[in-house]
């Protein structure tokens, strides 16, 4: 029996989400249903939404940060078992034979992941859908190989960001071995950047904030941080040049990057995890001096992901969040565009009846 799904949806770039009701499959051998009670608010969501890059195909659930409560499993499946606390990234599939995913990054699958959103959906075809329908819903049936288990010490609102927010930050500080005595920066606190904070803190680095304006200054000094830079301040940058061993950039707007990378000291990276579309001039003269690199990183894989998780129970970590009603999300959207967001939506999906 198909699964009955209430969700919000976009039917095209131009218009706001509204109710939507579809079918998910049943579940497979090796699949996990899961009743979702929180979905976080990505910003990437609203790219796809809105058709900022160009591909998106409609009628779309985006939504990729997902905490629920397994209801059924399949014959296969060991791990997880009804009742459990588990979580959905950005992922949902991947080629499991390529090199990538042989080594658990998942994430840079050859042929491609398959995205929770948007992404060719085979399973989908007996309930009739041809993509992969997303979190701002109720109801998802999941392969148990890209589940995640949720720690009982993490509430269940605050661990859905995680999932995005919290691996996309978690994986370039384990790449670049932060740990006690690294010096990190992390350019703009917001979704993403106030998560890099709490868990460069929690790893024992010394982590300063760089932002547009000192409006969460207070902030990042609760969340870890022990120093504050604002970027327009030419005597403090240039007082903070040759510092840092890491620079977190989590800004998706152009910006201008070269003063920031002399901030990095000798052998120190630059990560940039902002989506942004347009290119943005790097210079060599400052990279080669003091063999600076710049580099990328995307979200993590799944092995990762679940040590993210077990972190952050560990150590106390998780995202500041605004709960909101399913009906509240286009009024949500139009906060994040104006980055009126402390730190991140996190939609409630008890409050569906409300949105009928
Ligand atoms: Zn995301
Ligand atoms: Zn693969």
Not at 163 to 191: D, E, F, N, Q, R
Request: aromatic share 6%.
């Amino acid at each position: 029996m198909p699964i009955a799904t209430r969700a919000f949806a976009a039917t095209a770039a131009d218009a706001p989400l509204s109710p939507y009701s579809f079918d998910r499959r049943d579940p497979g051998p090796d699949d996990v249903a899961i009743e979702i009670k929180y979905c976080g608010v990505c910003h990437s969501d609203l790219h796809v939404a809105k058709n900022d890059l160009g591909n998106s195909r409609y009628p779309i659930v985006v939504g990729h940060e997902i905490a629920g409560v397994v209801t059924a499993v399949g014959a296969n499946v060991s791990r997880f078992k009804e009742g459990d606390r588990v979580g959905v990234g950005c992922m949902v599939d991947s080629c499991r034979t390529c090199e990538a995913c042989r080594e658990g990054l998942e994430q840079y699958c050859v042929p491609g992941m398959t995205q929770t959103y948007g992404s060719p959906d085979p399973k989908g075809k007996e309930v009739g859908q041809a993509i992969t329908q997303g979190g701002y819903s109720d109801r998802i049936t999941v392969d148990q190989n890209y589940v995640l288990s949720i720690p009982d010490s993490i509430p269940l609102d605050a661990a859905a960001p995680l999932l995005c927010a919290g691996i996309t930050t978690y994986s370039p500080l384990k790449t670049w071995g932060v740990g006690p005595g690294s010096k990190v920066a992390v350019i703009g606190l917001g979704g993403l950047g106030h998560m890099a904070v709490k868990l460069a803190a929690a790893m024992g680095a010394e982590v300063t904030v760089l932002s547009t304006s000192d409006r969460k200054k207070a902030d990042a000094e609760r969340m870890g941080a022990k120093h504050f830079l604002i970027n327009s301040d030419k005597a403090a940058m240039q007082a903070a040049a040759e510092k840092f061993n890491l620079i977190i950039n989590t800004v998706s707007a152009t910006h201008e990057i070269s003063s920031h990378i002399n901030l990095l000291a000798r052998d120190g990276t630059m990560v940039m995890l902002g989506l942004s579309t347009e290119g943005m001039p790097v210079f060599a003269v400052p990279l080669l001096w003091r063999r600076r690199r710049v580099a990328g990183s995307l979200i993590g894989g799944i092995r990762e992901t679940q040590e993210m998780l077990d972190f952050c129970a560990e150590h106390g970590v998780a995202c500041e969040i605004e709960v909101i009603a399913p009906d509240q999300i286009n009024e949500a959207y139009q906060r994040m565009e104006k980055s009126d967001v402390r730190y991140r939506f996190v939609i409630d999906m008890g409050r569906f009846d409300k949105a009928a």
